[in-house]
């Protein structure tokens, strides 16, 4: 999702191997899959990554409400539609030929009670104000693979506004790259420091977690226990994001605190 104020030019691309089919925005960069046997489940292992936020809160109402700024293949909103019938799913895009294609080629439902897509640019949609959300999830990227103005300080300031007490931002930082640490801090500045940086999964994709409300403060025990709980039901495979967050992360007493 190119955040400016007219609609990106790219094209939107779709190809299909082994199964899986692909999106794209003009180039071979991926920016979303589904395998076409299991449209519900999360096919590249950053969207994995993202639903982390359901092992750091323990609570089964937890979210209600969730926001995901970026439509892109649909996969992270068909997840929580299908897995949590209880969350009401805002998404905005800002081409509206995507929500197109999510619709007729990666089955994205059909369910404005539950699933509101608003096409728009996500930056302007935060700082405008607003309603508030348990769960802020942003990937949103241009065919060159920039954030532009969503990796920004009042972006990242606007979404602690419209986070809920309980609520958590999750943050697609893609890889490593010369770009990573000016991200981290401006998150960091936004969020009085209230975040934890995940280690990069298997595709490169780093993926922060950032709260202004109630902290986070569960045990790698109860993070175990809901992961193996998720996996039962949903085949959403978080341990290994558990182990390597182990293996990477400070976690005095066993215990992550946000």
Known sequence: MRQSKKPPRHSVDISEEAG????HFGSDWIQGAMRIARPWSLELGYTREMMAGLLLRQSAQWPRHALLIGLGAGSLAKFIYRYLPDCRITVVEINPQVEFVARQYFKLPDDPQRLDVITGCGADYMLAGGRQFDYILTDGFDAE???????????YQACRSRLSDDGLLGVNLLGRNKGFQGSVERICTAF????AVFPSCDSGNTIAFATGG??????LEAMRERAVQLKKDSRLDLLPTISRLQLSYPLPEGMLRI
């Open 145 to 155: 693979a920039s954030a532009g103005a969503l990796d920004t300080l009042p972006f």
């Open 20 to 23: 899986i089919r692909y999106l």
């Open 214 to 219: 109630k902290p986070v403060a569960v045990s």
């Open 192 to 195: 009085d420091g209230r975040l």
